[in-house]
């Protein structure tokens, strides 16, 4: 039934193959106007960015041949660029630029009288980015606003699609825009925590993810213009957010894997699809692959140096969780390095801190401590938490070489033994310890209980014991040995609590572990993961704290949605619900059946309280004393 209903969706184009072969129609005026758009967004795609920027910007300023909406068009997608290009620098110079264009899409879309319903759509899709970057300039309120001015548009646009009178092929353009919008709204909002969800939809907002994940796809199968960004926004849920939700499960790695190879067909080494690639493979911990996968992508930005250090993020991780540290530190001193060539932007005190305590594990201490010397110099901006992080961890490992000569800092145990866990700390904060593979986890486990052993001579104090004790609940855990996880994890809080480490997320990290051990019991003890939850909630401290409560409030969703399924469905209900959910049911025919079709215009003419409950409390007199 479900594939009926995604065949029946798609354009005609797509469901009749007997077309593939018919010789095409002379192309209209609006195909030839729209073609310009294809181009376009075609050379974004293909990583030409400066020549894309070039395109967009020469056609927004044709006042003869484009009317108003469709030069705004060509705004918007500019401002997509420069919107990527914000992200990948954290620059207010950038993200003011990208704001800019987005603004003047909106006010020329305004104009239009010629395109009423593709002038809505504009100013919907400016609305809506444009909300996003201003959240990056924590401008909530304007956010807010934009945010529903965009929603109301793309309403309004869904409606006048019912009774639009133009011709079958601009509808279809209208008809993937408007999808590509409301279904991005809908899965975006979703991972709101839920009071904010109850809010935006008491003002009449949608946070349906299933709803945004199937007009996603469909927009994705139209092959119109805005196929390729919807199936962008697709795999970045599927491969990142899922992960970071906690959430991704098999079927969603099935259907990520056939768009990856679907979209890489029609736009080869396409930077932005690449960085979802290398997401797909360190979730599936192919970390070789995605370390190759990377290196292409960063070799393809010859003209955007800013988007290719993303990529050089993605390898760094990645060698850091195949403990190889030499190469983490390349990676990120290449980023360093490279920040101050590109721009003056980004985070270059995290990539310092980052390289100089990879180069310590990777036995060069004298590079390392010369790095994390540099680390508060390079951190030019500490409103970002990840700056603030890199400048407080760098001080505490130096100090922990105490009066040490920094020639003599390889014999200094304490030293080293700090910079292990800092990176071990890294990993747990980014919660990536479930992408180790199984013999890394080993060779962690090891040398955490040798550091472990000799921790009365290196003066080990409550932090460090709760960071090595959380590590050994991840590491437990994901060995399926939930009894010693649990353990472990209710020993970390323990020790977390008496550490009283408010620049750090230490105590809200243990009792989200404990809240997620809880969750993964067979059954489920929703009680128990709902408190430890909200303990951890009340005690997210310190500079990565939004970051950590980002994760809480997807815990909470997660425990709500799963008590929901446990007391409504059986077993089977479940499974079908999740291929429903996880989305790999007949709708992905849309997206293998959507290929090579013949078109007119568009892709296919174009190449509470300290208290714990007392049966998993630790009796503090069994705490070792420091």
């Known amino acids: 039934q479900r594939m009926a209903e995604a065949k029946a969706a798609m354009p005609a184009h797509a469901r009749d193959k007997s077309t593939a072969g018919t010789p095409k129609k002379p192309a209209s005026l ?44 060509h705004l918007v997608l500019l401002g997509f660029v420069k919107f990527f290009r914000a992200l990948s620098t954290w620059g207010k110079g950038a993200i003011d630029k990208a704001l800019e264009v987005m603004w003047e899409a909106e006010a020329l879309a305004g104009k239009d009288t010629e395109d009423k319903l593709g002038a809505k759509l504009t100013q919907a899709h400016a609305f809506f980015q444009g909300a996003f970057l201003q959240i990056l300039q924590k401008r909530f309120a304007k956010a807010a606003w934009n945010i529903r001015s965009s929603w109301k548009c793309f309403q309004g646009a869904m409606t006048d699609l019912e009774n639009f009178k133009g011709s079958a092929e601009l509808k279809a353009e209208h008809e993937a825009s408007a ?51 919807a199936g962008q926004v697709m795999l970045f849920y599927l491969t990142t957010i899922s992960t970071v939700l ?23 080494n396409g930077l932005f699809i690449l960085w979802t690639k290398t997401s797909y493979l360190r979730s599936c911990r192919k970390h070789e692959e995605a370390i190759k996968v990377s290196r292409i992508a960063a070799a393809e930005c010859k003209d955007a ?4 250090m993303m990529s050089e993020w993605q390898g760094g991780w990645c060698y850091m969780l195949l403990h190889k540290f030499k190469e983490t530190k390349q990676c990120f001193q290449k980023i360093l390095e490279s920040e101050h060539k590109a721009t003056q932007d980004g985070v270059p005190g995290f990539y310092c801190y980052t390289a100089g305590i990879s180069a310590v594990n990777a036995g060069d201490c004298k590079e390392g401590v010369s790095l994390l010397q ?73 040398n955490m209980d040798v550091w472990h052993s000799k921790r009365t001579k290196l003066g080990w104090k ?27 994890g209710v020993t970390a809080v323990a020790y977390a609590k008496r550490a009283k480490d408010s620049t750090s997320t230490l105590l809200a990290q243990c009792y989200f572990t404990v809240a997620n051990i809880y969750l993964e019991q067979d059954p489920p003890d929703f009680d128990r993961a709902q408190k430890k939850c909200t303990r951890a909630k009340e005690k997210c401290t310190g500079d990565l704290a939004k970051r950590m409560n980002f994760l809480i409030h997807a ?55 300290d208290g714990d409950e007392s049966d998993d409390a630790v009796d503090e007199n069994k705490l070792e004393k420091t």
């Open 555 to 609: 815990m909470k969703t997660r425990i709500a949605r799963l008590r929901k399924q446990a007391k409504s469905k059986s077993p089977q209900e479940e499974k079908e619900t999740e291929e429903e959910t996880g989305i790999i049911g007949g709708t992905m025919n849309m997206v293998t059946g959507a290929v090579g079709g013949a078109v007119n215009w568009g892709w296919g003419a174009i190449a509470g309280g």
């Open 462 to 488: 409550d932090r460090e014991l709760a960071w090595y004790h959380l590590m050994s609940s991840h590491l437990a855990f994901w060995a399926n040995d939930k009894k010693k996880a649990l353990e472990q």
């Open 246 to 268: 906690a959430e991704q499960t098999e079927a969603m790695r099935r259907e990520a894997e056939l768009v990856l190879d679907d979209i890489l067909k029609r736009h080869p």
């Open 305 to 308: 140096p800013a988007l290719a």
């Open 374 to 446: 540099r680390v508060e110099k390079e951190a030019r901006n500490l409103d970002i938490p990840h700056e603030q992080y890199a400048v407080r961890a760098a001080v505490r490992a130096l100090k922990s070489l105490g009066g040490v000569d920094v020639s003599k800092a390889h014999e200094c145990e304490k030293f080293l033994c700090a910079c292990y866990l800092a990176q071990m700390e890294l990993i747990l904060e980014w919660n990536f310890v479930k992408y180790m593979p199984d013999d890394v986890r080993k060779t962690v486990e090891a």
């Open 179 to 229: 999808k590509l919008g409301v279904g991005a709204f809908n899965l975006i909002l979703s991972f709101m925590p839920p009071i904010i969800i109850t809010v935006t939809k008491v003002l009449g907002f949608s946070a349906d993810r299933v709803l945004g994940m199937k007009l996603l796809r469909e927009a994705y199968a139209s092959q119109r213009l805005m196929s390729p960004i």
């Open 30 to 73: 609006e195909a030839r106007r729209y073609n310009a758009l294809y181009k376009g967004l075609h050379l974004v795609f293909t990583n030409k960015f400066v020549e894309a920027e070039a395109h967009f910007e020469k056609h927004a300023r044709n006042e003869e041949a484009l009317p108003p909406s469709l030069r705004a068009s």
